[in-house]
């Protein structure tokens, strides 16, 4: 079987109905993209960009032009329908995204989903994202690994989320924005420990590539004095302590078995978390608040 026979679509132009190519583009280097997603996008009839502003760029890059319609959050619904009928009539379409890989915490699997649907074939094109891309050089065990994506916003559903992460034996791996790092390291030292080994992956295979390795505790410290900047990755392997007792459950404990006052028992948690007093001394107040702690 020759490649063109194996492959179908704009690789063979044989059948009545078209091919969807989920192509992935650069995170950042363009000389990431492939020999085959260029060829890819210089053959089919149409792209379906997340934003074609910026996918004019990657074309104006490697010469490439073919018709791009926007395909986004806000506009897939409709624009399904017309992507499937185009495909439908003999069309081959490319997906891409702004960065990365389709799907991978980007739009797209309802596309191809209504492909798969009518029986349009769908034929990926594989390239960089970047969990897999932080993940090969973190340095951590990668034997079995859970992608979270990206971690919700509000504060209360962060929460519950990571203590039902707490005790994963798989290495964990999220998508974080810059403004939202410090809240949400704070959140990893009171609910998985301070002494949880971290890697955050910034801005990779760009100018500023860097990768973050410490425990939790020295990262809250390191992005206070340095706020991060730029796309991140967080990676954590798994504790080799087992489940961590979060920082307000350990503060409870200790207040309601001991003698201790409020102040000491802030210093000793603070210490053993590796966490500033004064963000375990919050703590306390809204424990006092939720259980009426006597002061
Ligand atoms: N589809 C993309 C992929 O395959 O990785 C992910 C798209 S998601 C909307 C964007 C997030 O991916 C960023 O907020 C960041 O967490 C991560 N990301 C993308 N490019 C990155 C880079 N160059 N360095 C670090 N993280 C990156």
Redesign the pocket.
């Known amino acids: 079987m020759t490649e063109e026979q194996r492959m179908g679509g704009a690789e063979q132009r044989a059948g009545h109905v078209g091919t969807l190519y989920v192509v ?1 583009t650069p ?2 280097n363009l000389e990431d993209i492939t020999y085959r997603a260029v060829r890819i996008l210089s053959e089919v009839d149409l792209v379906a960009a997340e934003d074609t502003r910026h996918s004019r760029k990657l074309f104006a890059r490697f010469g490439i032009k073919k018709p791009l319609v926007s395909y986004h959050d806000h506009n897939e619904q409709q624009r399904q329908s017309m992507l499937v009928k185009r495909l439908q009539a003999g069309e081959d379409i490319a997906l891409i ?10 739009p797209g699997y309802r596309l191809i989903a209504s492909c798969h649907a009518v029986g349009i074939p769908v034929v990926p094109i594989p390239g ?7 993940l090969s050089a973190a340095g951590v065990n990668t034997d079995r690994f859970a992608f979270e994506g ?1 971690l919700p916003q509000r504060a209360k559903a962060r929460a519950d989320l990571l203590r039902k992460l707490n005790g994963e034996q798989r290495t964990l791996i ?4 810059p403004h939202r790092l410090a809240a949400t390291l704070i959140d990893l030292v009171d609910i998985l420990g301070g002494e949880r080994q971290l890697v955050v ?6 100018l500023h ?1 860097e990768f973050f390795r410490g425990t939790v505790a020295e990262a809250v410290t390191r992005f206070e004095q340095e706020p991060a900047r ?4 967080l990676i954590l392997p798994p504790s080799t302590q087992g489940p961590q007792m979060n920082v307000r459950d350990a503060l409870r404990k200790l207040l309601n078995e001991s003698d201790l006052s409020r102040r000491e028992a802030v210093k000793l948690i603070a210490k053993e978390y590796g966490l500033p007093s004064s963000d375990v001394y919050r703590v306390s107040l809204s424990l006092t608040e939720e259980e009426a702690i006597d002061e």
């Open positions: 992935a995170i950042g995204s702004d960065a990365g890989t389709p799907c991978i915490a980007d960089p994202s970047a969990l897999i891309t932080a990206y999220f998508y974080e924005a992956a910034r801005e990779l295979t760009k590539e730029g796309e991140l990755v």
